[in-house]
């Protein structure tokens, strides 16, 4: 190889490159930068600690409904049954329970039945709502119709066709009533819309 070679081959390799000097960041500067960082992932591990505090007690929370109210759809087709024994009852008039010592004793026996249908009922935290001579409640009556009553303050529900139940404290069954109208009127501030 001659020396005009090598000359060439050098000329027309490029030069290794010489790597450009590091910018130089003042520490200061770099601080700041690394405070900053710091504080963005601490507001984003809090951020993520309370959601996932969130998510925790939302879940506890529909477990223990799920507990609650589990027994909800039962309650709903036992209440039925309820009914049945409360129309029995009514439907046998004070007259015939005095003569007769077998409608007595069969009535006896629907009422204690009835009676402890309700208990157990109870025990699962299912409770009847109170509902004659009481002011309609929209949240807890439905009122089937109105009724001319003097007597009553207009509002008041003066006859219930459906028994209402509540399970815990969420309506399970609302009470058909009928309302009083055109008895005295009530104050304003109790004024009840009864048009529901």
């Not at 589990?70 to 309820?82: P, R």
């Not at 029995?88 to 006896?108: Q, S, Y």
């Amino acid at each position: 190889m001659s020396e005009e070679q090598t000359t060439e081959q050098s000329a027309e390799a490029p030069a290794p490159e010489t790597p450009a000097p590091a910018e130089v960041v003042a520490p200061e500067a770099r601080i700041a930068e690394l405070e900053a960082e710091v504080a963005k992932l601490k507001s984003e591990v809090l951020y993520a600690r309370a959601d996932t505090e969130n998510v925790r007690r939302r879940l506890e929370q529909q477990a223990e409904d799920r507990g609650k109210f589990a027994v909800s759809n039962f309650a709903k087709d036992v209440l039925s049954v309820a009914d049945n024994l409360r129309r029995a009852l009514d439907a046998v008039p004070p007259t015939a329970r005095e003569g007769n010592d077998i409608a007595n004793t069969l009535t006896v026996g629907v009422e204690l039945t009835e009676r402890e249908m309700l208990a157990a009922l109870e025990r699962y935290g299912i409770r009847q709502i109170q509902a004659l001579g009481q002011r309609f409640d929209p949240n807890l009556h439905q009122a089937m119709m109105e009724m001319e009553d003097a007597s009553q303050p207009e509002g008041t529900v003066v006859m219930v066709m459906q028994q209402g139940y509540q399970l815990h404290e969420r309506l399970l069954r609302p009470a058909l009533v009928a309302v009083a109208k055109g008895g005295p009127k009530t104050p304003p501030g109790e004024q009840v819309d009864t048009s529901a």
